[in-house]
């Protein structure tokens, strides 16, 4: 009964769909359309623009309302001190080598080279690269307002930082301007839910112009940028996090590596690394032994601010946008890029899709075209699996070494033969 009446209303069918799937439809048909219509296809185009615009709308207050968030959530921080400061160490640092990863392997692999797209948008103004010294200064904004009107990336998150860190330390005089701010965040990724919801047809009018324009070529990119995803992804968790382990925790990364099997193929699933953390604290305290003082803390703070495989992919795109249009980057644009991602991981809300958003902030702050956004957005789902992954091992990664550092680990737990989930298996 149920059934007939969901087929008798195709829309139906359509609004209940996920909407990853819509944007891989809206994708599909696009090239479609493109490879059809050939250059024509350009009339499609503005369906794609006002996607982009909306994005584009959202990135200042979508970025300070949630940095400020991220870090007033961290008020537990100051309270744990010790443990509060180690975690948020290893999460930033290992963002930044995460995204020099990704920058390095598109660097290496350049899966944008030889697209030649042009660019529509006034293209970005032809930069003197700023000397490290002035791009320093210029972090601090000498007016937050103007900064905000301009859209000033970096100097946001900087007045960002200091005003919710300066919230925290008010106390009970500032929890009104907390809540005024957490509501502000709540109706702000509302927004973006609403905004996400252009997204299938607004990656549909963008591909059809794309493929329109360079017809069957562009795939094959979209193929490799795939590729030297999940090759960064796969190396920052096999190489980097099972060498911390190894030499800065003095443990096996074997079991490292056992031990976030479960988490990782929920986050793989799921691509939300808040909807894991149930998962990822089952396995942090029954498979890897860290205390549960220490899992409940820095766990959910971890899925809050860490988010090193959105970083890494972040690298990744940024780049493959910059080759695929033609823009040589200079190297204050990378460390740009390295900055940029590393900070605004922490206004990265763990939920399906919220590092596309995020990559919008880091195009802009670089001054790339926002239509490699949506070029991107059609794959993006699969990059969202494995950077939500890398995301969940990283949170695993730190509270080992964290709980190590603390002796709070139980290494008769690491170290078991068998892991609980393979007793419970042999049980069942
Ligand atoms: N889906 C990711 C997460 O939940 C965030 C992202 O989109 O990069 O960790």
């Known amino acids: 009964m149920q059934q007939a009446t969901v087929s008798a209303r195709p829309s139906g069918r359509w609004s209940q769909m996920a909407l990853w799937k819509k944007i891989l439809i809206g994708m599909i048909l696009g090239v479609i359309a493109g490879i059809t219509l050939g250059p024509d296809a350009e009339v499609l185009k503005p369906i794609g623009t006002l996607f982009i615009n909306a994005i584009k709308m959202l990135i200042v207050p979508l970025v300070f309302c949630s940095l400020v968030v991220g870090v007033t959530s961290m008020q537990d921080t100051r309270k744990m001190g010790r443990i509060g400061i180690k975690s948020v160490v290893l999460y930033l640092g290992t963002t930044a080598v995460a995204i020099s990863i990704g920058l390095g392997l598109a660097t290496l692999l350049t899966p944008g080279l030889g697209l030649d797209m042009a660019i529509t948008e006034a293209a970005p103004a032809a930069k003197e690269a700023p000397t490290l010294v002035q791009t320093l200064l210029n972090l601090i904004p000498k007016n937050p307002i103007s900064a905000l009107a301009a859209g000033n990336i970096l100097q ?72 030297v995803a999940y090759i960064g992804c796969l190396l920052h968790v096999v190489v980097f996090y099972s060498g911390l382990i190894s030499i800065v925790g003095r443990l096996s990364p074997v079991r490292y590596l056992k031990g976030l099997i479960n988490p990782a193929a929920v986050a793989f699933t799921t691509t939300s690394s808040s909807g894991t953390l ?69 206004g990265t809300a763990g939920v399906p899709g919220a590092g596309l958003i995020m990559l919008s902030l880091v195009l802009t702050t670089v001054g790339l075209p926002m239509e490699g ?41 690491y170290n078991a033969e068998a892991t609980v989930s393979e007793k419970e298996a042999e049980l069942a």
């Not at 106390?171 to 252009?198: H, N, Q």
């Not at 890897?288 to 959105?310: W, Y």
């Not at 091992?393 to 190590?404: I, Q, R």
């Open 373 to 413: 956004l949506a070029i991107v957005a059609g794959i993006d789902r699969i990059l969202d699996m494995a950077r939500t992954s890398v995301n969940v091992c990283g949170d695993l990664m730190v509270s080992v070494l964290v709980a190590k550092s603390e002796n709070e680990l139980d290494e008769s737990i």
């Open 156 to 227: 946001i998150i900087v007045f960002a930082l200091g005003l919710g860190i300066a919230l925290t330390l008010c106390g009970e005089k500032a929890e009104p301007a907390i809540r005024v701010f957490e509501s502000l965040a709540e109706g702000m990724y509302k927004l973006t839910e609403l905004v996400m919801k252009l997204a299938p047809y607004g990656v549909f009018g963008l591909m059809a112009w794309v493929s329109g324009k360079y017809g069957l070529e562009i795939l094959m990119p979209l193929i490799k940028v795939i590729a």
């Open 278 to 346: 149930p998962a990822t604290i089952k396995a942090s305290r029954e498979e890897l032994g860290v205390s549960k003082g220490i899992s409940s803390f820095v766990l959910p703070l971890g899925a809050t601010i860490n988010m090193d495989g959105t970083a890494l992919y972040q690298g990744v795109c940024a780049l493959f946008i910059a080759q695929a249009f033609g823009i040589d980057l200079a190297f204050s644009d990378y460390l740009l890029i390295i900055m940029t991602s590393t900070l605004a991981s922490i």
